[in-house]
């Protein structure tokens, strides 16, 4: 089954930091562009990074450059959000997604182009 599975959530301090993964099964990550995006309630889901397959390329939210980082390591075959700095505007639920190649740059922070999601996990910042 192909599926994918964030974990790394939890409630942080304003400043703080956390490291999301996503594992995805029945397929590697190296031959997909893969996402991040996140959910507050009542708001649409932004797209905050994306890497292309073989990690050459990463796009960033402007609300997250220099904050947050994504990467992928292909032994464990899993994706990775760094969150640093953590403010409470960056409250949510965060999905991984994957998408075909084909788009170009910036459109990976699109939620239009992917076509597998997660289920998400919770992120709470507070004050």
């Known amino acids: 089954q192909v599926q994918l599975v964030e974990s790394g959530g939890g409630s942080v301090q304003t400043g703080g930091s956390l490291r999301l993964s996503c594992v995805p099964s029945?397929?590697?990550?190296?031959?997909?562009?893969m996402g991040w995006f996140r959910q507050a309630p009542g708001k649409e889901r932004e797209g905050v990074a994306a890497?292309?397959?073989?990690?050459?390329?990463?796009y960033y939210a402007d609300s997250v450059k220099g904050r947050f980082t994504i990467s992928w390591d292909n032994a464990e075959n899993t994706l990775y959000l760094q969150m640093n700095s953590l403010q409470a505007e960056d409250t949510g639920m965060y999905y991984c997604?994957?998408?075909?190649?084909?788009?170009?740059?910036?459109?990976?922070?699109?939620?239009?182009?992917?076509?597998?999601w997660g289920h998400g996990t919770q992120v709470t910042v507070s004050s």
């Open positions: 997604a994957a998408a075909p190649r084909g788009y170009g740059g910036t459109w990976y922070l699109k939620r239009t182009v992917y076509s597998l």
């Open positions: 029945g397929f590697n990550l190296d031959i997909y562009y």
């Open positions: 890497i292309s397959p073989g990690a050459t390329e990463t």
